[in-house]
């Protein structure tokens, strides 16, 4: 069974510091990998994707940054956290040819 | 751009009734997807569903693709239904793209 892992589960940050959220994906190769974002109170956004190791693709600018290592893992970053960053961090996986996301448990960040 | 408008915003039921939740869209469609929100933002799955109609327990899905709406169905509501509910819509050609409504918000009195 496939198993996905998100980490930090939370974390309190100042502005101005970096940052970096990480997620693990066991059990499934090759698969497309998502970062969604969601205010409090707001809509998920899809941040980046990505459908191979190297490979990034932006969606929603936020002044983060998306980078994809190895096949089972995908991080999100930024040297410097902004107050509007704030909020949940989602991450997803989809096997290849379809939409059906499954989604780990959250990383919530806080920025003061 | 892309669009999903998800009705209502939020819905109050007395335990036992029936709720209809719709997701309606604007763009062409190739995923649809329901979720349930936990109060802590984690999310559970409901349906993919991306045409036709499915069932599980109390709930039935059904996506219209030439209507452009999705729809959630939940009979018999018990409190613990209350939270709120997620459609998400992949638009682009292979679904890498996944756009999410607003949520509807339900609340389930005893």
């Known amino acids: 069974a496939q198993t996905i892992h998100q980490w930090p589960v939370a974390e309190i940050k100042a502005v101005g510091s970096p940052l970096s959220l990480g997620c693990t994906i066991k059990g499934k190769s090759s698969p497309n990998l998502y970062w969604y974002w969601q205010a409090t109170g707001g809509t998920l956004q899809q941040l980046f994707y990505s459908i191979t190791v190297g490979q990034v693709e932006s969606v929603v600018q936020l002044n983060l940054s998306a980078s994809r290592p190895k096949d089972d893992q995908f991080i999100l970053s930024t040297e410097k956290l902004l107050l509007s960053h704030s909020g949940f961090y989602l991450c997803?996986?989809?096997?290849?040819?379809?939409?059906?996301?499954?989604f780990g448990e959250g990383s919530k960040l806080t920025v003061l | 751009g892309q669009q999903v408008q998800q009705s209502p915003a939020s819905l109050v039921l007395q335990e036992g009734e029936n709720a209809e939740l719709q997701c309606n869209f604007s763009t062409s469609l190739n995923s649809m997807q329901w979720f349930y929100q936990r109060p802590g933002g984690s999310l559970v799955s409901l349906f993919y569903?991306?045409?036709g109609t499915k069932h599980s327990g109390r709930l039935t899905s059904t996506t219209v693709i030439k209507e452009r709406r999705s729809s959630l169905h939940i009979s018999s509501s018990q409190t613990t239904d209350s939270g709120t509910y997620l459609c998400a819509l992949g638009y682009d050609t292979n679904a890498y793209k996944v756009i999410f409504g607003k949520g509807t918000h339900l609340h389930v009195l005893p």
């Open positions: 569903n991306p045409s």
């Open positions: 997803a996986w989809s096997s290849r040819g379809t939409g059906q996301l499954y």
